[in-house]
């Protein structure tokens, strides 16, 4: 299905002048409700838990963990990962409940090296799993760049025990088209649901400003 994105960017528009000024730059987000009785999430498979790749990449940049080491520690690092975990450092950060805990909400996605995978598994998986937050393998010669780079335009899309999720979908710093593109990107997703017809509302608002309607 097609978009106004016209109409979309005037919504975004009239969502940054009635954002009052901050001492912070503040971030664009949509939340989007379905109806009630036409979407049952009392059955999981009716949540919606996924990561969407938006088209323009978000500030501040998520942060990237990865775990291994060698060669793969190496590439994540000139990629652009803020901190890296050795794989002898796991079992320690696994053995103690804050730092595991405490790792798994610093950071917004995790990698790892193939080898790492099962003491990431043993150790923290119960951390990071319940957030989806799992790392994804890859070799130890890998060319994470890339990878680190659609991090950067990934959003992460749950909805819980109310049929309703939110997404962080741009920041001051952007323009309104760059988000107003970015909100399509997560309408085409809930299209590619056929979920479309079962919306309620969905609006944009800076960080500390007022919901706007976005028509669709």
């Known amino acids: 299905m097609s978009f106004n ?99 798994a909400k610093t950071y917004d996605f995790f990698i790892a090296s193939v080898d790492s995978m099962p003491l990431v598994g043993r150790y923290l998986g119960q951390a990071l799993g319940p957030r989806g937050k799992m790392p994804k393998p890859f070799p130890p010669q890998a060319n994470l760049a890339p990878i680190v780079g659609q991090y950067q335009r990934t959003v992460r899309l749950k909805m819980k025990n109310t049929p309703t999720f939110h997404a962080k979908v741009g920041h001051e710093k952007m323009s309104d088209k760059e988000v107003a593109d970015n909100i399509v990107a997560v309408l085409n997703f809930i299209d590619s649901k056929d979920l479309l017809g079962k919306l309620s509302s969905i609006v944009v608002k800076l960080t500390m400003g007022p919901p706007v309607p976005v028509p669709i």
Do not use: M, T, W
């Open 5 to 103: 994105i016209e109409s979309i960017e005037a919504s975004v528009a009239e969502a940054r002048s009635k954002g009052k000024k901050r001492k912070f730059k503040q971030s664009f987000d949509v939340a989007i409700s379905f109806r009630k009785k036409e979407l049952d999430v009392s059955k999981p498979e009716n949540r919606i838990s996924q990561e969407l790749v938006l088209p323009n990449a978000l500030y501040p940049p998520a942060k990237v963990c990865a775990f291994g080491d060698g060669d793969f520690a190496k590439n994540a690092k000139e990629a652009g990962v803020q901190h890296v975990v050795s794989k002898e450092d796991i079992p320690k950060i696994g053995e103690e409940k804050k730092e595991r805990k405490s790792l």
